[in-house]
């Protein structure tokens, strides 16, 4: 697309080789090399090191990525002439390789692959991405249109920006159709882009910088997606606001000031948040415009009782003079907290509430944003659309939604299709989140208000008349939620993604299959009694009752498995205790089949005569069907090259009866061998305790599954051997 902002990204904290992108043209072109640039935003940790190259399917080229390839200008990568409609990049080699853990490992990914034609004027392959809107309803309506209100809703997909993320949908770009000419209202909400620098979101929230009279602030870095964590937050005077920096790396960050005119200090009154949640600064590098440089040590203080507690500290040194100011945190005293999508120790961020440089304070900021008419934001077919925030500036440094309006009182729209485009946040530092477009009946300009108030079945008075809800309970896997005064047929939603797995009940009725509500969520219609009475809806998520009934099954097998073996050793200790003691005789029964043979102060012993060849080789029945369902055991719950090898150690077993010794030592073996590497591995990599555990294991889970299909082969060899009248075992 032109922007190495934007990337195609896979693999965040999994396995990344063998992930492709797939580019298909409208029209082939001929040329003997692409240009590549790799993600170049969010953490990079990992990237590509060799991709395999494949055109319209033909026989793959591996290229190497060298650091050229992580620049915004890229590295060209040459091959052998082709003419292509579709171009395949594989992934087959980054520079961590395979680990036996992905936790906190970044994502890879190609920002641009950059190709044209070798023809002369040929112009670079590029793609622009529109969505376009439903149009069936206004091809129905048509002229008839203007007998009703037409409101087209634009939404932006986004996230939350913690931690540090990008937004799907980096702008809002449709396509409509409006089926007769009509004059629209618009109106929306922005949110201030998390991205962009301190000073230029103080410029937004009407905070006056040193060209006015001001303090221009900026950092390093700051908390990712808490716009009031920025530098002017550490001179406002303000000891409950802070600039933070962000995770794992508090030192190193800065604050950098511009002050309209010079300042002497030799002291800070330095105020920090201790409370456990924070690290501290151990060091700071106060340096000025002209060269100046003071290093100054910072006391540790206790951590005080509540969260964001803050602890003043006093730091004298020789004077400082300048008007440019930079303030660095070079060392800091620790605090680990747990990163929560990984699991791992992670240094928490320094908060300093006030750098307490004296007589240096930024401008207060204004309880409601900048109402003038901004362009450069929203553009409806090309033509700029100017627009006015009406929202308070303590909302909007929470990020939760301001409002605008337009500046002009109506846009006029000729029937037939048009395309609104906003621009992205990153640049003016306002995103456009949802654009809406709105017309009365008649087709004159009116506000959402406007039109909710004039239709009948829109507005208040539907929201009135909705039922109560109260949910009585909720767990991870079921809820409960009481309604009351619903006399209608209504729409119950769980605002969750959208899954069969949900069910839900009413009163005890089943209300069916869910459907789709919103996009994402689950819905069912629910049809109430005309009286109006209390009633519950029950919601239960269904794959957990399996995973509880394996869950049960699981325990009585462990308890029968333990009475199993409580039993064998009653068995075992009775028999011993049975068989008398006897010295120095000898014993021959059974035709000589078995001898006792009995040693002083012992109990006697069967034994084979033969030394260990057992009751016989089994039938060819026998040394061909136990081996063969044994290795095919070891195929399906291993690996097929297992059922050859089990097959042939269950007939060695079945026709040596040494062999069948070595079989009954492998499991012990292995199982050791495993619990060895567990505790080496975990000794190396200090893995969290958490549910994903054992995953970090992987490597040895073949090898569990090989020492029970071969416990398993030795328990139909046991079976066998005792439906021809022996256990195959020494007994006492």
Known sequence: DGDTFTAWKVGAFSPVDGEHLEVALTRPITTDRIKLVQSLNGPRDRWITSLRLRFDGDDPVTVTLDDASRTAAGQTVRFPKHSFHTLD?????????????????SAVGLAEVRMRDDAPGAKPVRIHEVVRMPTDLVHAAASDSLRHPLVYTMTRERTVPLPPRYDPELQLDREFEVPAERSFGASGTVRFNAAVADSRLDLLFGIADATAGGVTADSSARLPGDLRARASSAIDGDPTTAWQTPFASPDGQSISLELPSPVTFDHLDLAVFADG????????????????????????????????????????FEAVTGTDLKVIVTAVHPREVTEYFTGNPITAPVAIAELGIPGVRRAPEPARLDATCRTGLVAIDGNELPIRLTGTTADAERREGTSFEACQPGRVLSAGRHELRTEEGRRPGIDIDRFVLSSAAGGAPASVEQVAAGSPNIGTEVRAGAPTVRVTETYRDHATVRITGADAPFWFVLGQSDNAGWQASADGTDLGTSTLVDGYANGWLVRPGTNGGPMTVSLRWAPQRVVDSALA????????????????????????????????????????????????????????????????????????GVPVVAGLLAGVLVQPWAAPLVAAATFGALRWRRARAVLRLFPALAVAMCGLYIVVQQHRHHFPPRFEWPTYFGRVNQLAWFAIVVLAADALIEIVERRRGTSGRETS
């Open 553 to 624: 099954i699981s325990g009585v097998v462990a308890v029968l498995a333990l009475g199993i073996v409580g039993w064998t050793g009653i068995r075992l200790r009775r028999r011993k205790h049975a068989v008398p003691a006897t010295t120095g005789s000898e014993v021959t029964t059974e035709a000589d089949t078995i001898s006792t043979v009995a040693l002083a102060g012992s109990a006697p012993i069967l034994v084979a005569p033969d030394g260990g060849a057992g009751p016989g080789i089994p039938g060819s029945a026998v040394l061909v």
């Open 89 to 105: 990049l594989e992934i087959v080699g980054n520079n961590r390789g395979r680990a036996d853990t992905y936790d906190g490992m």
């Open 277 to 316: 949640r924070h690290s501290t600064p151990a060091h700071l590098r106060i340096a000025s415009g002209d060269g100046t440089v003071r290093e100054v040590d910072v006391p540790s203080v206790p951590d005080g009782p509540t969260e964001n507690a803050t602890a003043t500290i006093p730091l004298d």
